[in-house]
């Protein structure tokens, strides 16, 4: 499955009635994550998140639980740094889901680099802009930092991605965006959607 130019992050607190629609307008990527669910209620979610996108052969990933993205069927997992280690992962899926789509949250071209050799797909890059969607994160990246990492793996820029900031960070050299509040803090999140999937081309 290709890699998508842009990731929906999804929680079990968003609207899942919207999803076909997201998918519909050319989102073509999903990441669960919801810090706070159980792991049955987690692969609930990602089953539900499965369901609605499956039909547009959208791309669904699992945010941190690798056990959860094998057991659910989705195309792949995001691994941050307190997750399984990337080389472990990968030995896992090989096994298990070879082609399993693994990626992983890198800060520098020096993580970066250190995902591509154990085994990551893409790295996600961020955050590049300041951003009220998780607690605890460092200070933005800024674009520069996208530029300076590119080449090695596909980048996902993360961190208060907007329709407004997709184009240039995509210009800086990124392969495509993860969105939260660009999407469902938006008045209008379908429009929101479609006006991101033009911006990033």
């Known amino acids: 499955m290709p890699l998508p130019r842009i990731f929906s992050l999804v929680s079990s607190q968003d609207d899942l009635e919207l999803l076909p629609a997201f998918a519909g307008a050319g989102v073509s990527g999903f990441q669960v994550r919801d810090k706070s669910a159980t792991t049955r209620e987690l692969l609930a979610l990602t089953a539900a998140v499965i369901?609605?996108?499956?039909?547009?052969?959208?791309?669904?990933?699992?945010?941190?639980?690798?056990?959860?993205?094998?057991?659910?069927?989705?195309?792949?997992?995001?691994?941050?740094?307190?997750?399984?280690?990337?080389?472990?992962?990968?030995?896992?899926?090989?096994?298990?889901?070879?082609?399993?789509?693994?990626?992983?949250?890198?800060?520098?071209?020096?993580?970066?680099?250190?995902?591509?050799?154990?085994?990551?797909d893409y790295a996600g890059f961020g955050p590049v802009f300041a951003t009220t969607s998780k607690a605890g994160l460092p200070d933005p990246l800024g674009v520069s930092a996208v530029s300076e990492a590119a080449d090695v793996l596909p980048l996902i820029a993360i961190g208060g991605i907007s329709t407004a900031s997709a184009g240039a960070v995509r210009a800086a050299g990124a392969h495509g965006v993860a969105v939260i509040g660009g999407l469902w803090r938006q008045p209008d999140p379908l429009q929101a959607a479609k006006e991101l999937v033009e911006a990033v081309g």
């Open 51 to 120: 369901e609605r996108v499956g039909a547009y052969e959208a791309c669904v990933v699992v945010d941190d639980r690798l056990d959860v993205a094998l057991a659910s069927g989705a195309h792949g997992v995001h691994l941050g740094a307190s997750d399984l280690p990337l080389a472990e992962a990968r030995r896992i899926a090989d096994a298990a889901a070879p082609g399993l789509i693994i990626g992983a949250t890198c800060r520098d071209r020096a993580a970066v680099e250190a995902a591509a050799a154990a085994g990551a």
